[in-house]
């Protein structure tokens, strides 16, 4: 009975970024070197040691042959023969991190209604996702629900896409994350406050990472139909510009618009106290 060893597709094993092969190891490399050449080295040398030529012709011969066969023929059929087991301790690690667990961040809007998260909940549960964090901001269409998820790493995010708009989630996005989320919300928003009060001149970039959002300069115009999306926010501050922050695809709630803006009222006081 013969057997059957499977080798992984080129595309399993090439880096998605840079699309080249892991490096294997000295050790793996070198056997499946020495298996490769071994069999040419054998079949050179029993062909031109049994010739009648002078001495040095022969081994310049077999110098020249060995080392062109290796150049050319071994060491790339080597890698492509042993492909499978070279790269298996890189494609072993590659394949746990593919099924470990992953972070993931959630938002979006439910209805305000009892037993509308609950729901969620359950078709997250669904598919062994977990839910590690979450904040409400009520809005006038229901609740915005931000949420910190852990996923089994083969789960993508059309899947939480889907999964949360069965739970009944609207307007929903999902995005990778790091265990900073799991940060606490308050504790998150008095360090910003802190580093205001210590430079007001950090409240763009304070505010601008308090929410998720991205700061436009004052010299830029924002369209006016980005305006009727609410994804446009625009904050009074000490200063003669007004804060213009930007969030495509996530309006702001009214709760992140007051906590902008008292961020820039700290801003204010501190310019002031230091003006007097």
């Known amino acids: 009975m013969s057997t059957f060893t499977h080798t992984p597709p080129p595309s399993e094993l090439a880096c998605e970024v840079c699309g080249?092969?892991?490096e294997p190891t000295k050790l793996r490399l070198t056997l499946a070197n020495v298996a490769a050449m071994l069999p040419i080295e054998l079949a050179v040398h029993a062909a031109v040691v049994g010739t009648g030529w002078p001495l040095l012709l022969k081994v310049v011969l077999l110098a020249v042959t060995a080392t062109a066969l290796v150049i050319w023929v071994a060491e790339p059929g080597a890698r492509r023969l042993f492909r499978s087991w070279?790269?298996?301790p890189a494609l072993r690690r590659r394949r746990q991190l593919d099924v470990a667990a992953a972070l993931w961040r959630a938002?979006?809007?439910?209805p305000d209604t009892p037993g509308a998260l609950e729901h969620l909940t359950h078709e997250l549960a669904r598919l062994g996702v977990n839910i590690l964090g979450i904040q409400a901001q009520p809005v006038r269409s229901g609740v915005v629900d931000?949420?910190?998820?852990?996923?089994?790493g083969g789960l993508s995010d059309h899947d939480l896409l889907y999964a949360i708009a069965d739970g009944g989630g609207a307007a929903a996005r999902v995005w990778p994350t790091t265990p900073l989320a799991l940060a606490d919300g308050p504790t998150r928003a008095l360090s910003l406050a802190a580093?205001?009060?210590?430079?007001?001149?950090?409240?763009p970039y304070a505010a601008a990472e308090l929410l998720s959002a991205r700061r436009v300069p004052a010299d830029r115009a924002v369209p006016d139909e980005w305006h009727a999306t609410g994804t446009v926010l625009k904050i009074p501050t000490p200063w003669d510009a007004p804060l213009v922050l930007i969030r495509p695809g996530m309006p702001f709630t009214p709760a992140e618009a007051a906590r902008a803006s008292r961020l820039a009222e700290l801003a204010e006081v501190v310019e002031r106290q230091r003006a007097t």
Request: hydrophobic share 55%.
């Open 107 to 110: 938002r979006t809007t439910l």
């Open 195 to 203: 580093r205001v009060a210590a430079a007001p001149a950090e409240l």
């Open 146 to 152: 931000e949420l910190v998820l852990s996923a089994p």
């Open 20 to 22: 080249r092969f892991p």
């Open 86 to 88: 070279l790269h298996a």
